[in-house]
């Protein structure tokens, strides 16, 4: 069964960066499509970005369009995002989430819908104060 474990996550001002890591074990995640979502408190659960089995599809939230970025190292079998850029309003848990694709649509794209997702990690916190 694949497991995901978040981190990188942390505080940092507004206009700071992080890089967080989505580390699989269990199964090789090189089989999977990825995803990254975050929750602030008292909201739904928002797709941020999400990434190909092959890693060439991309694609992100318009709030985070030009500041993150989505990337797989399958030989490490984790999974990345790089915030930049960081606003207030960027503050929530995030989460790395996996699906392994059943259909051939799904090996040649990515998706920000959760349903999608069979996989989940724990989260990791991401604050953005001054």
């Known amino acids: 069964q694949l497991q995901l474990v978040e981190s990188g996550g942390g505080l940092v001002q507004p206009g700071g960066s992080l890089r967080l890591s989505c580390a699989a074990s269990?199964?090789?995640?090189?089989?999977?499509?990825i995803g990254w979502f975050r929750q602030a408190p008292g909201k739904e659960r928002e797709g941020v970005s999400c990434i190909s089995k092959n890693g060439g599809i991309t694609n992100y939230a318009d709030s985070v369009k030009d500041r993150f970025t989505i990337s797989r190292d399958n030989a490490k079998n984790t999974a990345y995002l790089q915030v930049n850029s960081l606003k207030p309003e960027d503050t929530a848990v995030y989460y790395c989430?996996?699906?392994?694709?059943?259909?051939?649509?799904?090996?040649?794209?990515?998706?920000?819908?959760?349903?999608?997702?069979?996989?989940w990690g724990q989260g990791t916190q991401v604050t953005v104060s001054s």
């Open positions: 269990g199964l090789t995640l090189d089989s999977y499509r």
């Open positions: 989430a996996a699906d392994l694709p059943s259909t051939f649509r799904r090996l040649f794209t990515c998706t920000l819908r959760s349903d999608e997702y069979d996989s």
